[in-house]
């Protein structure tokens, strides 16, 4: 949009040296703002060189600007987006070295203390990446795929010949391994985009009219794709896409968990909570025993002689409680009839924790929950009598 004298928003912005909303403008445009020329044949960057602040807004524009690629698309930089994908890794590797290295307690510690803040406020926090593009940040992906795979690597080629035999857990985790490489590659796999939109009663579908005609509420039309929802349909900032059935975007996999692969990714958590049960398991058998032949050393020192061991046991100790505090709410969600986004109804739900969500419609009993449970079982995990069930009830509702 262009005034009388042919300028934008971000014209405006850097007249009043506005740098907050100058980002703003520019990291929500598809195409740069900042080469966009008024009637005097004049560019935001322009105008900055002459005003108050200049030098301060004109470097930040520049950066902005070179942030772009040769097209003016946002394009990500791969330095960008790798950097906070091995930070994570990196950093507990670090702080399994440094207990390794360092012989006094105090200097690891703050060593340790420093990489531990260093990879959560710069890779860990924020969800989007310091970019004008503001791309999905991949901290926390980063995070989980390089914490599954050191810790498969460190248990199966350093801690389990420590504990060996162990014939039926070994076996148990190649199973668990299994499950989680097939369940991923369906929660990658499309989660339900949605391309419907929502009709009216003659069959004409709903628009921003409707919306400002007060037949729909504002909440149910997406401004981004230009539709009206659909039943249980949202749309995803971090995807730019709507999805049905949405349960929620897990910023650990930088994918939707929506109608399509919601099974899938219970079946992941499912096989990393095992995993992880089982890394656990190995490193308390293997302290323990060690701790045995060396009653003269404190439970500290134990833990120093395998730092590798000792750090992601921690990892998979949180882990472990991650995963089942997760397990434990989605089956709570669930048995409710709805998902982390929607109520039984198709509302969305005002508050979410793993105690209780408010509007919540009604007490629901144990005989209700669990046939909900057995509907998300039987629609995920046996597709065959879910369309028996569903044939059936169809058939009892034609008699």
């Given at each position: 949009?262009?005034?009388?004298?042919?300028?934008?928003?971000?014209?405006?912005?850097?007249?009043?040296?506005?740098?907050?909303?100058?980002?703003?403008?520019?990291?929500?445009?598809?195409?740069?703002?900042?080469?966009?020329?008024?009637?005097?044949?004049k560019?935001?960057?322009?105008?900055?060189?002459?005003?108050?602040h200049?030098?301060?807004?004109?470097?930040?524009?520049?950066?902005?600007?070179?942030?772009?690629?040769?097209?003016?698309?946002?394009?990500?930089?791969?330095?960008?987006?790798?950097?906070?994908?091995?930070?994570?890794?990196a950093?507990?590797?670090?702080?399994a070295?440094?207990?390794?290295?360092?012989?006094?307690?105090?200097?690891?510690?703050?060593?340790?203390?420093?990489?531990?803040?260093?990879a959560?406020?710069?890779?860990?926090?924020?969800?989007?990446?310091?970019?004008?593009?503001?791309?999905?940040?991949?901290?926390?992906?980063?995070?989980?795929?390089?914490?599954v795979?050191?810790?498969?690597?460190?248990?199966?080629?350093?801690?389990?010949?420590?504990i060996?035999?162990?014939?039926?857990?070994?076996?148990?985790?190649?199973?668990?391994?299994?499950?989680?490489?097939?369940?991923?590659?369906s929660?990658?796999a499309?989660?339900?985009?949605?391309?419907?939109?929502k009709?009216?009663?003659?069959?004409?579908?709903?628009?921003?009219?409707?919306v400002?005609?007060?037949?729909?509420?504002?909440?149910?039309?997406?401004?981004?794709?230009?539709?009206?929802?659909?039943?249980?349909?949202?749309?995803?900032?971090?995807?730019?896409?709507?999805?049905?059935?949405?349960?929620h975007h897990?910023?650990?996999?930088?994918?939707?968990?929506?109608?399509?692969?919601?099974?899938?990714?219970?079946?992941?958590?499912?096989?990393?909570?095992?995993?992880?049960f089982?890394?656990?398991?190995?490193?308390?058998?293997?302290?323990w025993?060690?701790?045995?032949?060396?009653?003269?050393?404190s439970?500290?020192?134990?833990?120093?002689?395998?730092?590798?061991?000792?750090?992601?046991?921690?990892?998979?100790?949180l882990?472990?409680?991650?995963?089942?505090?997760?397990?434990?709410?989605?089956?709570k969600?669930?048995?409710?009839?709805?998902?982390?986004?929607?109520?039984?109804?198709?509302?969305?739900?005002?508050?979410?924790?793993?105690?209780?969500?408010?509007g919540?419609?009604?007490?629901?009993?144990?005989?209700?929950?669990?046939?909900?449970?057995?509907?998300?079982?039987?629609?995920?995990y046996?597709?065959?009598?879910?369309?028996?069930?569903?044939?059936?009830?169809?058939?009892l509702?034609?008699?």
């Amino acid at each position: 949009m262009k005034d009388s004298k042919n300028r934008t928003a971000m014209h405006e912005a850097v007249l009043q040296a506005n740098r907050d909303v100058c980002w703003i403008l520019e990291s929500k445009s598809e195409d740069s703002l900042l080469n966009d020329q008024d009637s005097d044949g004049k560019t935001p960057i322009d105008y900055a060189t002459s005003g108050k602040h200049s030098l301060a807004l004109t470097r930040a524009l520049r950066r902005w600007q070179r942030m772009r690629g040769a097209n003016g698309k946002l394009d990500v930089p791969s330095v960008s987006w790798f950097m906070p994908l091995i930070t994570p890794s990196a950093s507990t590797l670090l702080i399994a070295l440094n207990i390794w290295y360092f012989n006094s307690r105090v200097v690891m510690t703050c060593f340790n203390l420093v990489i531990f803040f260093y990879a959560y406020f710069y890779a860990m926090r924020p969800h989007r990446l310091w970019h004008i593009s503001r791309a999905p940040n991949t901290g926390l992906a980063g995070w989980f795929f390089g914490s599954v795979i050191l810790s498969l690597l460190i248990y199966f080629t350093v801690l389990l010949p420590k504990i060996w035999p162990d014939y039926g857990y070994t076996v148990f985790s190649l199973l668990m391994v299994a499950l989680f490489a097939v369940s991923l590659r369906s929660v990658y796999a499309d989660p339900g985009i949605s391309d419907d939109t929502k009709f009216d009663t003659d069959g004409n579908p709903m628009g921003i009219i409707d919306v400002v005609s007060a037949r729909i509420r504002s909440c149910q039309y997406c401004s981004r794709c230009k539709t009206a929802y659909p039943w249980r349909t949202k749309h995803c900032r971090l995807c730019d896409c709507c999805y049905k059935g949405l349960d929620h975007h897990c910023l650990f996999l930088m994918t939707c968990i929506a109608i399509n692969n919601h099974g899938a990714f219970l079946a992941m958590i499912f096989s990393v909570f095992i995993a992880q049960f089982s890394y656990v398991r190995g490193a308390l058998i293997y302290f323990w025993s060690f701790s045995q032949s060396h009653s003269d050393m404190s439970y500290l020192n134990v833990l120093g002689t395998e730092p590798l061991i000792s750090v992601y046991f921690a990892v998979n100790l949180l882990g472990l409680w991650w995963t089942f505090t997760l397990l434990l709410f989605q089956i709570k969600v669930i048995s409710e009839g709805g998902t982390t986004c929607f109520l039984q109804n198709g509302e969305l739900r005002t508050r979410m924790d793993c105690i209780h969500a408010s509007g919540t419609i009604g007490e629901l009993t144990i005989g209700h929950r669990l046939r909900h449970l057995k509907q998300f079982l039987q629609y995920y995990y046996l597709p065959s009598m879910s369309k028996e069930n569903t044939t059936h009830h169809r058939r009892l509702q034609q008699v």
